[in-house]
């Protein structure tokens, strides 16, 4: 390969929750469409009005998502569409993922399954080869009665560390 060629950048597996409500369709469809490491600047913006239009370019992210309707039919932009028997069975295609994207802000009901998905993560790290990252995605509302941290200063801002 000459220098002055270059490796096609890598694809990521992207877990996304709930693909068929309104958040989570709407991050499968761009981040489908997203070269894994480009920044904004790099991207054309090109976006398919129709998933029939939606051409997947190379080194995006692969899309691989759970529905909430049974009769969801799986979009051009989702790679694999699950629909789990077992946690078990979940958990060993979420391990396989390199970037698990859970939305509670649509369905309450999938907070108690994001908790049992990190929880499980959290404890297989010492198994785990490569890294994963977690995202929740949650409403503002979700933080809504936190305490600040520090009650003479409510302007002190969240962390990590925090968490």
Not at 49 to 58: G, L, M, N, P
Not at 88 to 115: G, K, R, T
Request: aromatic share 10%.
């Amino acid at each position: 390969m000459a220098d002055d060629e270059k490796k096609p950048p890598k694809s990521k597996r992207l877990f996304i929750n709930n693909v068929d409500l309104y958040t989570g369709s709407n991050l499968a469809k761009f981040l489908s469409n997203c070269v894994v490491g480009a920044s904004q600047d790099d991207e054309e913006e090109e976006e398919a009005d129709a998933d029939a239009a939606f051409k997947k370019k190379e080194g995006c992210y692969e899309i691989h998502a759970t529905a909430k309707d049974t009769n969801f039919k799986k979009p051009a932009f989702v790679k694999e569409l699950y629909q789990f028997d077992t946690r078990n069975h979940m958990f060993e295609h979420l391990i396989e993922c390199d970037v698990i994207v859970y939305d509670i802000s649509d369905d309450p009901d999938q907070i108690d399954e994001a908790i049992w998905a990190l929880t499980e993560i959290h404890s297989e790290l010492e198994k785990i080869e490569t890294p994963k990252i977690f995202i929740l995605v949650s409403s503002v509302m979700t933080w809504a009665k936190s305490k600040p941290l520090d009650p003479e200063d409510p302007e002190i801002p969240f962390t990590e560390e925090d968490y």
